[in-house]
């Protein structure tokens, strides 16, 4: 049996390739991602490729989810369709993904529960290679739904011995609901903002992402310009490796410090070789010793210089963007539960320019969590629709029915009704003396709910912010003590910490943070998806799916009527 590769980023490309070749071709696999609006382009490539190839076939990678399957019952098509049963991803030793982007959106608006039963069957594979997690803690009812499902996993595999030692000692399980603020936050570490501008694309222990291609490493420009995998001619492929000892110290670093070290390094080299040169009188000495301590950086970590350039880029366009300091300064008033009076301005200013849509409804998002609603809400609506287009109302009824969305005072989703202030200054979720000895520092000042409770549990203060919990809507189930989260032996104590809807670049940082600090104890996430406000927002633009369908359905049913109708005749 002969096999061709084809890696093409244009399906364009990959038709023409296809007819064009001499000899056909018997089974064409299309191995891509189960999203609607991946499989809706393959199948109109499909059925203009139906009669020059005879057989087709569906890879999907990841596992193929229910949403999937009635999705393609839309289509009349011969192809048949296998699933990559690989559930989870480690991308670094302490993060653990299941790849489930949509997550957020099936939960909150599709009444979707698959991915519950998918964290459940994970967690169980892990109890079957480490031993029994001895004791489970849960905030939310979602969470509470899929301790059951792990508890069913367990005797269904006979290891519900709980007398059993296992490595992992603990598990502590929250979904996106006790926090639905975080994702919506500035971030502000490095690894942050490459995702927030760029988008990381995740392998296992690698990543890379499309940027400028003037900040691509110059050895890596030449490989590039043979390879037909990037996305555009004036973008390049940036490498992340976790195995290199700079990035995994520079990635939870604020980008303007980072930056600055950076510069204070190479200006106290110059400083000390022109020094040198002085004495010399020779200019020429000067480059010659700035050259050998360019080679000699880049022979010791290459990546030091790599990242050099890409650092200064993210921090120039962080400082010239006047619309997002604008929004950082309002979001932070918001956090700390500020009324602001030129806030709703600020928004009728934004739409008037056609200021991007996503930065806008980041600030309403926060504005609506944090104050229960947003003031004169339908009027920003009809704005926002009448200036961007008629197919964001899909949109703004996605996140109204997730309850990130809603006038002030209204009923919206009670998973999401808040109690902010309250829980703002039960869980001390200020910071006022910001220093980086503590995790807050990641938020400017601000600790994350669901960093702040994983702190709490394991140093056993969780009575200190029950208070706080119990204002968030939901299912809880603490622990009665510190041993029942970590055990006194001399061995290090592995605890899971289990994130349902997604876990963002800053809660994984301040994780990481905890870890450091903590010297007896490794924090281990293992997350649904890692979200930004980016990806989240858009998780929830389906307007243009959601429009086909309604019309083409619309239309089925009225033919369905006109038939009735016509046979009575």
């Known amino acids: 049996m002969n096999v061709k590769l084809f890696r093409f980023t244009k399906l364009e490309d990959f038709s023409n390739e296809a007819k064009n070749q001499t000899n056909p071709t018997d089974t064409i696999v299309f191995v891509i991602e189960p999203k609607k609006e991946t499989v809706d382009r393959v199948m109109n490539f499909y059925y203009k490729l139906i009669t020059c190839v005879k057989n087709f076939a569906f890879l999907f990678m990841p596992e193929i989810s229910y949403e999937i399957k009635n999705f393609l019952k839309n289509y009349q098509f011969d192809i048949r369709i296998f699933s990559f049963s690989n559930e989870a991803y480690p991308i670094d030793k302490d993060l653990i993904t ?13 009444n979707d529960t698959n991915c519950l039963s998918t964290m459940a069957r994970v967690l169980a594979k892990l109890e079957m290679l480490f031993g029994i997690i001895k004791y489970k803690f849960v905030k939310g009812d979602n969470s509470r739904k899929v301790k059951e499902l792990l508890e069913n996993e367990e005797q269904i595999n006979s290891i519900n011995d709980k007398t059993q030692s296992g490595e ?5 399980i929250m979904e996106r609901s006790c926090d639905p603020i975080a994702p919506f936050c500035s971030q502000y570490t490095y690894e942050g903002y490459i995702d927030e501008f760029f988008g990381i694309h995740w392998g296992i222990n690698s990543g890379h992402l499309y940027v400028p291609s003037s ?16 996305k555009k001619s004036d973008m390049g492929k940036f490498e992340i490796s976790l195995d290199n000892e700079f990035y995994e ?10 930056a600055i070290n950076f510069i204070r390094m190479m200006k106290e080299n110059y400083d000390k070789k022109a020094a040198n040169a002085k004495k010399g009188k020779e200019l020429d000495v000067i480059n010659k010793n700035l050259e050998e301590f360019a080679n000699a950086k880049k022979k010791e970590n290459p990546f030091i210089l790599a990242h050099f350039p890409l650092i200064t880029h993210i921090a120039e366009l962080r400082h010239n963007d006047h619309i997002t300091q604008e929004t950082m300064k309002f979001e932070q008033l918001l956090l700390i539960g500020e009324n602001i009076e030129n806030l709703h301005e600020f928004y009728v200013n934004q739409i008037a320019k056609k200021a991007d849509l996503v930065t806008v409804l980041r600030l309403m998002c926060i504005e609506s969590l944090t104050k229960g609603g947003i003031r004169n809400y339908t009027a920003l609506k009809k704005d926002i629709i009448l200036t961007y287009g008629f197919q964001y109302i899909f949109l703004f009824n996605n996140l109204e029915k997730a309850g990130l969305l809603k006038e002030e005072k209204g009923k919206g989703n009670p998973v999401m009704n808040l109690n902010y202030p309250n829980i703002y200054n039960k869980m001390e979720l200020l910071n006022t003396e910001f220093d980086y000895s503590d995790c807050s520092y990641l938020g400017v000042g601000y600790n994350y709910i669901g960093v702040k409770m994983i702190e709490s549990a394991v140093d056993g203060n969780w009575k200190k912010i029950e208070d706080g919990l119990d204002k968030i809507p939901g299912y809880q189930e603490f622990p009665r003590s510190p041993d029942e989260v970590k055990n006194n032996k001399k061995e290090k104590n592995i605890i899971f910490a289990v994130f349902i809807g997604g876990v963002t670049y800053a809660e994984i940082e301040g994780i990481r943070f905890l870890n450091k600090q903590r010297k007896d104890t490794k924090i281990i996430i293992v997350t649904t998806n890692i979200i930004g406000y980016k990806n989240l927002i858009k998780s929830f633009d389906t307007g243009e799916t959601n429009a086909t369908f309604s019309f083409r359905n619309c239309y089925k049913e009225i033919s369905e009527e006109e038939n009735k109708i016509r046979g009575k005749k």
């Open 168 to 172: 992992i000692f603990s598990c502590i």
């Open 215 to 230: 900040l691509v490493p110059s050895d890596r420009k030449s490989a590039q310009k043979s390879s037909s995998t990037s």
């Open 98 to 110: 299941l790849h489930l982007p949509n997550c957020f959106r099936e939960l909150y608006v599709e």
């Open 249 to 258: 110290q520079s990635r939870c670093m604020p980008v303007f410090p980072l």
